[in-house]
């Protein structure tokens, strides 16, 4: 089995170890494909909760505060959004010849779900922030993976991208970004087009350097970070102004959430895809962070999805909701309260098969002497 595979959903759902059987008959691996989409269907949507019709889109939480949206994820051809901006990248997760199968699913109940999210607010409420002194930066990574499905043809590609980010005390100081690709995109096995896939556009790569984080690649007319917060650019004074109760907190996040979400994917996609742009900016303290792991315990439709999420080879708790065929996640440490990272898992089998990671992104946080440099 791929690294990629059912680790990434359903790593908790083996059979056995693998290791301690022989290889399984052809009619085990179908009889386990069927039990696992079926355990998928059915634990994916709540009774009385109809999934919304998603329109095809760019990966939520990428887009919100400031940068144009990207690709990752997306439906080419059929994109609510007509600028395409980073062509990243992807990991596939599907059942292969190795024998797995479904033995049953996790809690996916809603009290599992906020019992998890108050735990890690416990455990991120103790953890003391690196401070950033005078003369340094806030050092954020992430790293993006994704899948492209393009329609017409019925292709599909895959591949990776990272971006690191300086963030200086002063936002109307200096800002630097370095987006790279990690590698050429590739197609995905089955779905494989004429010559090579698309890569990110060569002006979307490189070094960029501007006050307030208004980089040349942004769109014109964006506004940049410092006439411009919100939960994709949690500035101090934005983070300070929120709500210290967690009801209150969620009733703001759920005022806010249709800035952060289509009508049709519901309140409370749109109230994650809020809480998940703030936590991938990497700026938001471990006491904000455990209040927002609180807010987010009232969100009616969270689940435990995957216990063992790994995600760029960290292990923590998923935790999502029902977007039309996808789930909309959240990756939690459970050792620490960390936020891990983020990733759209496909719920129903479409145009991708299920347990498929779409997209997801890694957040990596720290603190460096200078722009460009490493974090200590």
């Known amino acids: 089995m791929s690294e990629h595979s059912l680790d990434q959903l359903l790593d908790r759902a083996l059979d056995r170890a693998v290791a301690d059987e022989p290889g399984p008959s052809e009619e085990r691996l179908s009889e386990g494909r069927g039990h696992l989409a079926a355990a998928l269907r059915a634990t994916s949507a709540a009774p009385d909760r109809a999934a919304p019709a998603v329109p095809d889109r760019a990966a939520p939480g990428f887009a919100v505060g400031g940068t144009a949206p990207g690709r990752i994820g997306t439906r080419r051809g059929r994109s609510w959004k007509p ?30 779900a906020a019992a998890s999210l108050n735990r890690a607010a416990d455990l991120a409420a103790t953890v003391v922030d690196q401070p950033v002194g005078p003369g340094q930066y806030r050092y954020v990574r992430s790293r993006y993976v994704g899948v492209t499905v393009e329609v017409g043809p019925g292709t599909a590609y895959t591949g990776t991208a990272t971006h690191e980010l300086w963030v200086p005390t002063d936002p109307t100081s200096e800002w630097m970004e370095r987006r790279l690709d990690d590698g050429p995109s590739t197609w995905l096995p089955g779905k494989e087009g004429p010559g090579s896939p698309p890569s990110s556009p060569s002006n979307l790569l490189g070094e960029f350097r501007a006050p307030c984080g208004a980089f040349s690649y942004m769109a014109a007319g964006q506004p940049d970070k410092c006439s411009s917060t919100g939960w994709g650019n949690p500035s101090p004074e934005f983070l300070a102004d929120l709500p210290t109760d967690p009801q209150a907190l969620y009733q703001r996040l759920v005022a806010d959430s249709g800035q952060y979400a289509p009508a049709a994917w519901g309140t409370d996609a749109g109230v994650l895809s809020a809480v998940r742009g703030a936590l991938s900016s990497g700026r938001v303290p471990a006491d904000v962070r455990a209040r927002l792991y609180r807010a987010l315990a009232h969100v009616p439709g969270l689940q435990v999805t995957d216990e063992r999420a790994n995600l760029d080879g960290k292990v923590g708790t998923a935790l999502g909701v029902r977007v039309g065929d996808d789930f909309m996640e959240i990756i939690v440490d459970p050792a620490d309260g960390a936020f891990i990272g983020q990733r759209e898992v ?16 890694s957040t990596t946080t720290g603190v460096a002497d200078a722009l460009g440099a490493a974090p200590r």
């Open 83 to 112: 600028r395409r901006v980073l062509a990243a990248a992807a990991a596939l997760a599907v059942l292969t010849t190795t024998g797995v199968v479904w033995q049953g699913a996790v809690d996916t109940s809603h009290p599992a």
């Open 346 to 361: 496909v719920a129903v089998d479409r145009d991708l098969p299920v347990g498929t990671v779409r997209q997801s992104s």
